[in-house]
């Protein structure tokens, strides 16, 4: 797993999080504080539909900790979402991907299959 932050000038933001292993392991802490959450783009090479998962806690568990942000994307596609308003995180951004939105769900899509990058302040 590759996890990598880089530091943006607004307005755009100041971070963005780019994870190009994401599994049922959930990453903690990636931004290191709290923030605004304002875009996330997915992308996926498996046939089956992935669900990534964000959390604000600085210490998450995929299948008992529950996701305060659930985004769809199908199989062996890209999807983003945009955010314009932002979402708030107070504790930071803990996230991980599983095969199902279920919260008990710790199915994972396998390693290399779906990259990540979301957009924070």
């Not at 875009?39 to 498996?46: G, S």
């Not at 992935?50 to 604000?56: I, P, S």
């Not at 985004?71 to 095969?99: D, E, M």
Request: aromatic share 8%; glycine share 8%.
């Amino acid at each position: 797993m590759t996890v990598s932050v880089t530091n943006q000038s607004t307005p755009l933001g100041n971070k963005i999080v780019q994870d190009t292993s994401v599994v049922n392991v959930a990453v903690d802490n990636a931004t290191g504080a709290s923030g605004t959450l304002y875009a996330v783009e997915i992308t996926t090479t498996t046939g089956s539909t992935v669900f990534f998962k964000l959390a604000d806690t600085t210490d998450a568990t995929a299948g008992t900790t529950a996701a305060d942000i659930v985004l769809r994307c199908p199989g062996n596609s890209q999807k983003s979402y945009i955010f314009p308003g932002g979402i708030p995180f107070t504790a930071g951004f803990s996230h991980w991907c599983v095969l199902s939105a279920a919260e008990s769900n710790t199915t994972t899509p396998g390693a290399n299959n779906v990259s990540v990058s979301y957009v924070t302040s």
